[in-house]
């Protein structure tokens, strides 16, 4: 480790506080602080690489430093890097909010900004809310949501949150959210249909019973992500849509995680042909440059929200950096290189290698189960392959494999025991075998060694 590594080291546990970390095990750690990176490369202090086998958290699309976006943002550098959209207009989120309409399900035609996935959700709920004030049906003001789903981290986001360990310590401070049980396939005790049955029977028992008092039901379509990749059975989402559609309630689709092809389709709704009434993006959305969120609504949400000043019936929410000019600058070129490069039409055979792996993955000790969704993937590790008995949390396997990947240049972060993958979509066929062919190897070779040792 080289001199200025460990001055950065230092200087990072003197004064940084990072997200979901024990802080504890952080200052006793040895982290990798990285310094530059080179297409599907991130790369350290001491200027040793690693794949980006997580696309920097979900988010980064075509790889680092991709010459057509940093061309694109230092050109708007050159003109405006940010102007305010509250009483004004600013040329590149006009453009975006033309392409992001053209590129989504019909319908949606209406385009919100904000600058994270959290608040992409933020205002789909409050939008979701007010539509039924302004519309007459005030008493409809609850949400359902799944168990273990995940929408972002501010407080109305953790209130249709559904992961225990996130979110339990908060819920004083929450509203009253409907939870429905997660149809995940490998802990249920039946086939898939049956599986899906079981939620879906709970949705609808809510809306039978308390429909009037429903303005959403918000769902991570196909697969929820931070839950550890759970891959709901095959038309879950369009039985959803239906029992929304039966009940007069609203959908939230919250494509954060999935959006901008990582389930092989450019959004995950398309899978099913659903368009859903707010559907809410980030992550992917400036191709993993910069902050942005947007949260898209049918025209007639929108036109609900029209009126009078004094009837009060505008959406009184925004922030100070609503459509920067920067990250919609970044957004729009991207979206320019998905066409370019054929990036959606070059899916197919990365799925296809990718389960190939899986497949062999599966195979191994200790790998209870592995699923995908497109390039969402996740490899869960367990104490019993029979019973499917899980490791003890103390014993951080998942953190173990994943820095054991570490050393073969493979950057990769597990959800507990799960060992996600989520290379970013534009990775090439050959990076893409290499990436998975270390993962299939730590795990042969040192899985064993490290469960061995706890
Ligand atoms: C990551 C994520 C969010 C939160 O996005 P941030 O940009 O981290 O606030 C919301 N919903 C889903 C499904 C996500 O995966």
Known sequence: M????????????????????????????????????????????????YIDGVSSLWCNVHGHKVKEIDDAIKAQIDKVSHSTLLGLGQTKSIELSEKLVQITPPELTKVFYSDSGATAVEIALKIAYQYFRNTGQKQRTKFIALQSSYHGDTIGSVSVGGMKTFHSIFRPLLFETFFVPVPHPYRFDGNEKDCAQFSLDKIDEILKTDSDQIAAVIIEPLVQGAAGIIVHPKGFLSDVRQLTEKYGTLLIADEVATGFGKTGKMFACEHENVTADIMCLAKGITAGYLPLAATLTTGKIFDAFLGETTEHKAFYHGHTYTGNALACAAALVSLELFEQNKIIESLPAKIELIEKYFAKISALPFVGNVRNCGLMGAIEIVKDKTTKESFAPQQAIGTKVCSSMRSESVMLRPLGDCIITMPPVAIDLDLLEKLLEIILETIENDLPTIIGRT
């Open 2 to 49: 080289n001199e200025r590594t460990k001055k950065l080291i230092e200087l990072d546990k003197k004064h940084l506080w990072h997200p979901f970390t024990q802080m504890a095990d952080w200052l006793k750690s040895e982290p990798v602080i990285i310094d530059s990176a080179e297409g599907f490369y991130l790369i350290d202090t001491d200027g040793k690489s």
